[in-house]
Nanobody, 119 residues
Framework: QVQLVESGGGLVQPGGSLRLSCAASGSIFRINAMGWYRQAPGKERELVAA???????NYADSVKGRFTISRDSAKNTLYLQMYSLKPEDTAVYYC?????????????WGKGTLVTVSS
């Protein structure tokens, strides 16, 4: 019903910047909120940033002030701009969408894009 495809991951040095993109397709009109999650080796998946259909945002304390989540509704695309990257930011980053249909909500996930911060 909703398909998500991430892009923009790669290798970057500590202190560098990277922008992730998430292209959404399908029943876009049903999406109420979107977000970015990440999962590092040996750790649980965690919420990095989220944005509602109204434009309000929230961030994990570990990325606040360094990352910015935004969306382009005309392009059906979600972004995560990352600055001052640290080795601990290394993880697979996943795009998430929360959609409502038939009175029920459901989360949809992309396949993920790998971000590696290393010298």
């Amino acid at each position: 019903q909703v398909q998500l495809v991430e892009s923009g991951g790669g290798l970057v040095q500590p202190g560098g910047s990277l922008r992730l993109s998430c292209a959404a397709s399908g029943s876009i009109f049903r999406i109420n909120a979107m977000g970015w999650y990440r999962q590092a080796p040996g750790k649980e998946r965690e919420l990095v940033a989220a944005i509602t259909s109204g434009g309000s945002t929230n961030y994990a304390d570990s990325v606040k002030g360094r990352f910015t989540i935004s969306r382009d509704s005309a392009k059906n695309t979600l972004y995560l701009q990352m600055y001052s990257l640290k080795p601990e930011d290394t993880a697979v980053y996943y795009c998430n969408a929360y959609a409502v249909a038939g009175g029920a909500g459901m989360h949809y996930w992309g396949k993920g894009t790998l971000v590696t911060v290393s010298s």
